[in-house]
């Protein structure tokens, strides 16, 4: 079946640690994204790659990084330095569009992260 | 700055009710989506619509870009219906990918 995998459902960290949640795509799609979902809110993007080896910043990047080395894969990495890391993360694909086009994204079932 | 507002904030329908959620958009869009969160949080496309008007099932869309707002209606609603309600929007000149969110609508069908 096409889709998109994130792993793990849930997360635990302590405090000042680094870690890196899982997003795998099989749709062919070239463009991926990262989003956060805190309780009650809708979601906001954190980085998204409209091409392998290229990405950018979305609205709230600090403390977060990413790669992009395959078509399939955008790894996101929480670091110590995000001052509010415990949310729900939703990994995202879509086909890539042209400037001033869109095409519609499909989410995955996101992971839970829990930071103490 | 851009925003996308939806209303009501919270809905609670007997089993069988009609019901529209609103979305409302401060600029052009790209791109206008709906989504249905469901209790595990799993995000369910239900409809892209830029402009124009959708049907599937007992949900249709209806999106007026030159007048910034975009209706979802339910029909006969379902239990199973429950469940956050986002719209999202991409702007034209804004990062491409980069879907707005509104805070979503609280459904509760109560059977």
């Known amino acids: 079946d096409g889709g998109i995998t994130q792993s793990p459902k849930y997360l635990f960290r302590k405090e000042g640690q680094n870690v890196t949640l899982s997003c795998e795509q099989n749709l062919n799609h070239d463009a991926m994204y990262w989003y956060r979902q805190d309780p009650g809110q809708g979601l906001r993007l954190i980085y998204y790659s409209q091409i392998v080896n290229d990405f950018q910043k979305g609205d709230i990047a600090e403390g977060y990084s990413v790669s992009r080395e395959k078509k399939e894969s955008f790894p996101l990495t929480v670091t110590s330095a995000q001052k509010n890391p415990t949310a729900f993360y939703l990994c995202?694909?879509?086909?890539?569009?042209?400037?001033?086009?869109?095409?519609?994204?499909?989410f995955g079932p996101g992971t839970r992260l829990t930071v103490t | 700055g851009i925003q996308v507002e939806q209303s009501p904030p919270d809905l609670i329908l007997q089993e069988g009710a009609n019901s529209t959620l609103r979305c409302n958009f401060s600029?052009?869009?790209?791109?206008l989506q709906w989504f249905h969160q469901n209790p595990w949080g799993q995000l369910i496309n239900l409809f892209y619509?830029?402009?124009g008007t959708k049907q599937n099932g007992r949900l249709s869309a209806t999106t007026v870009a030159t007048e910034r707002y975009s209706l979802l209606y339910i029909s006969s609603s379902q239990t199973t219906d429950s469940g956050v309600y986002f719209c999202?929007?991409?702007?034209?000149?804004?990062?491409?990918?980069?879907?707005?969110f509104g805070k979503g609508t609280k459904l509760s069908v109560k059977p």
């Open positions: 999202a929007a991409e702007y034209y000149g804004g990062s491409q990918g980069n879907l707005i």
């Open positions: 619509i830029p402009s």
């Open positions: 600029d052009s869009v790209n791109n």
């Open positions: 995202a694909s879509s086909k890539a569009g042209a400037q001033s086009s869109s095409y519609e994204q499909y």
